[in-house]
Structures are given as structure tokens and as C-alpha cells.
């Protein structure tokens, strides 16, 4: 497992219309890794995974170790990292068509987007943070470097955005994995 040291939190503005934050990390070696998150992230997480938006610890530590977490679409970094933590908890569902290095039907760790209930796909995505930080990056920092983040609230219109494209995205994925479970149940 390797550390990271938060250096420095601030503002960044890729475009006028996409307000981010600029997370600098110090690697072990010294050299110096940039996390570009949305402004949204925190508020995007508590929709997705049912955290309360008052639980800034949990959002922030979700969002700054997401660049380093395993995915269940990313087979490299599975196998990399010795396999996904939400399989070994039986949170699966089967391969969606379009992974075409997963075969349709296969069992693949559940997302906030496939899974049955909101608790499954938190429990995945905690179960997955915990094998980050235990096994592959834990990020460390300074609670006053991330103050800007926590005190930051979306407006009602980005909360409406933010509700309504995770929505969309859900059910697009449980189209698929519907079809997933159609097409494994004929062979």
C-alpha cells in the first residue's frame, strides 16, 4: 500500500461552465499527482450512494480515493488488485453486453448503477474503498486543506441535474443487466 499526502486543495477551472477542485498529491517517490473532481462530486456521491450530505467525511474520502479504487468494468485493475472486494461479499450481477472482455452473463461486482437496493451498491463501493485504503493508495491530509470542499453546496438546479443523470444512468444500466440475466438464462 502506498501514501499519498495531500498538498494542496484549490479552485480549478477546466472551462467557464465546469467549476473543479485541484487535489495535489505527494506520491512516496516525491513526485506530485493532480485529482481533478467536479464541484458536484460530494453531492453527486450522496445521491448515488444514499450517504447523508452532511457526512462530509465519508463523501470526501470516498471521492478522493475513487481514482485509485478497483472497478468491476476495469478487469485489469481487478485482477491487479487481487480481485473485487464486492465479489468476495457476493454483491454481483451479471456482465452487461458492450465489456467485451467480460462474456455476457458473467458475475462482475454490483455499482451504484446495477445494484438491487442503494445499501448494495454503497456497501460495494465502502467495501472497495477499504481494499483501497488498506492494500493499494491510502490518501492522507489536512483537514483545514479540504475545508473548501466540505462547506461547498451545489445549487437546487445542479442537485435536480445531478438526481436526474443518475437516474438516467441506473436505469440504463439495469436495461442491460436485464438483458444480461435474458441471455444467460438461454443457454
Sequence with gaps: MRTFRVADVHAYWPNEKMPCWRVVQEKPDGTMHCHIMPKHTLEARAIEYGVDREDTETLWDIAIHE???VHPYDLASVAKAGGDPAVALGLVVPSPRGYEAIAPGDPIGVTCHTAETVADGLAAHLARLGHCKSELVLVQDKKSLRRPCLKHREDDWTQAHIEDTFRMARKSERRKIAEA??????R
Design 67 to 69: 481514482p485509485w479504487m
Design 181 to 186: 440475466r435474458r441471455a444467460a438464462a438461454k
